[in-house]
T-cell receptor, first 113, second 115 residues
């Protein structure tokens, strides 16, 4: 079945540092890929998405590129802020799975001033 | 901006009691999901609806959990009787599922504590 693997956290950075959170996936078909962000005590918010190979999703300075050859969708940001501290989830959905989103375990990001 | 509404935000209940959660999806979204999220983990699907029909409830513990979406709009998830291990965040999400619009939009969740 489909699965998503994310790097273990927490990731701890200083403000203005470069961020990478790795995500790889396994899917039977041709999935759409997503990054969601969750702040403490809140639901998940869609951060960005990509629906086909080589697509780059971007939002609020974050970006991720759909790499079919390496089955990856790594999240990057050039300069993180304290307000980016949250848990980030990589997810996929595909037609063969009734488009049910499948999530990774999440990666906690802590940004210090 | 349209949002998925959930209530209550927080619920504390004693074990063996019944508890219910409500969700109102974004208007026009035919697909509705209920997920359970244990602290420190990713969300796991409990049930998916398409309109009023259940598409997938293979991970729903049917001996104690039930879900309905009678008119194909809002939905209720019930647990009876609640157990200590049911303490978690219960998330509702909805999706349009047309073209490339397959992303799910989540509500703020209901934090359940069973004591």
């Amino acid at each position: 079945g489909d699965s998503v693997t994310q790097m273990e956290g927490p990731v701890t950075l200083s403000e203005e540092a470069f961020l990478t959170i790795n995500c790889t996936y396994t899917a039977t078909g041709y999935p759409s890929l997503f990054w969601y962000v969750q702040y403490p005590g809140e639901g998940l918010q869609l951060l960005l998405k990509a629906t086909k190979a080589d697509d780059k999703g971007s939002n609020k300075g974050f970006e991720a590129t759909y790499r079919k050859e390496t089955t990856s969708f790594h999240l990057e940001k050039g300069s993180v802020q304290v307000s980016d501290s949250a848990v980030y989830f990589c997810a996929l959905s595909e037609a063969g799975g009734s488009y049910i989103p499948t999530f990774g375990r999440g990666t906690s990001l802590i940004v210090h001033p | 901006e349209a949002e998925v509404a959930q209530s209550p935000r927080y619920k504390i209940t004693e074990k063996s009691q019944a508890v219910a959660f409500w969700c109102d999806p974004i208007s026009g979204h035919a697909t509705l999901y209920w997920y359970r999220q244990i602290l420190g983990q990713g969300p796991e699907l409990l049930v998916q609806f398409q309109d009023e029909s259940v598409v997938d409830d293979s991970q729903l513990p049917k001996d104690r959990f039930s879900a309905e979406r009678l008119k194909g709009v809002d939905s209720t998830l019930k647990i009876q009787p609640a157990e200590l291990g049911d303490s978690a965040m219960y998330l509702c999400a909805s999706s349009l599922l047309t073209g490339t619009n397959t992303e799910a939009f989540f509500g703020q969740g209901t934090r359940l504590t069973v004591v």
